[in-house]
């Protein structure tokens, strides 16, 4: 079994999942693992559609994948990318999705392929199982303390997920479209999509599959004093 740190450190998300479907069993142990993860005066803010159906999965990605093609951008409930990026967060943001395009041997003028690359996060890259995280919009409003605490929830997920022999992919691209997301699910009008993870057995054998971004050394991060 890893450690904790084994987990952290070799947990990195994938694109292309076997099609073999993640027991409600093992679901139900990893949520509730997570619900363990420390929230501001345990107001516990996660609230998780777990969709393993395949039409319902299905259809959110032929709405999202719609508005896309008629050229919606987002239709979200937060603002998950910065409206202006500036270095160096722009030089990561370029240097990923180049190392990813570059690996799968995907021209940068080759617009038809990278759209197709980027509805694959709609097509759940052939999982079975999707996490939908929300919160309810009140607790957003003018505040930020449970964005923080539901993205806590997330590594708890996904790090849960590992002791299942399982990997995981979150996903903002999701989050860009979280009103979409909403719409089909016909969820109580106070709650906001955050983001979703997409959860199984992944596929070993895809070339994406072996696709790890480069971090920046912890000096460039940390100041001890």
């Known amino acids: 079994?890893?450690?904790?740190?084994?987990?952290?450190?070799?947990?990195?998300?994938?694109?292309?999942?076997?099609?073999?479907?993640?027991?409600?069993?093992?679901?139900?142990?990893?949520?509730?693992?997570?619900?363990?993860?420390?929230?501001?005066?345990?107001?516990?803010?996660?609230?998780?559609?777990?969709?393993?159906?395949?039409?319902?999965?299905?259809?959110?990605?032929?709405?999202?994948?719609?508005?896309?093609?008629?050229?919606?951008?987002?239709?979200?409930?937060?603002?998950?990318?910065?409206?202006?990026?500036?270095?160096?967060?722009?030089?990561?943001?370029?240097?990923?999705?180049?190392?990813?395009?570059?690996?799968?041997?995907?021209?940068?003028?080759?617009?038809?392929?990278?759209?197709?690359?980027?509805?694959?996060?709609?097509?759940w890259f052939g999982a079975s199982t999707v996490f939908f995280v929300f919160t309810d919009e009140a607790l957003i409003d003018n505040a930020q303390g449970a964005l923080i605490d539901c993205g806590a929830y997330m590594q708890s997920l996904m790090l849960g997920a590992k002791e299942f022999g399982l990997d995981t992919c979150p996903q903002g691209s999701t989050t860009e479209f979280g009103k979409v997301v909403a719409d089909i699910l016909d969820t109580p009008d106070n709650l906001a999509l955050l983001y979703s993870v997409v959860i199984g057995y992944a596929d070993e054998d895809a070339k994406i599959n072996s696709y790890q971004p480069s971090r920046v050394s912890m000096e460039d991060n940390v100041t001890f004093i």
């Open 1 to 123: 079994m890893s450690t904790i740190l084994e987990a952290i450190t070799n947990r990195s998300s994938k694109r292309s999942y076997l099609s073999k479907p993640v027991s409600k069993e093992i679901q139900e142990k990893i949520l509730k693992a997570a619900s363990m993860t420390p929230s501001g005066a345990n107001i516990q803010p996660w609230i998780v559609y777990a969709i393993s159906d395949k039409d319902v999965l299905t259809n959110i990605g032929d709405a999202i994948i719609e508005k896309m093609d008629a050229g919606v951008e987002n239709d979200q409930f937060i603002q998950y990318y910065p409206i202006k990026w500036k270095n160096p967060y722009k030089k990561r943001r370029i240097e990923t999705g180049v190392g990813l395009y570059t690996l799968m041997e995907v021209d940068r003028k080759d617009i038809a392929k990278r759209t197709e690359m980027w509805h694959d996060n709609f097509r």
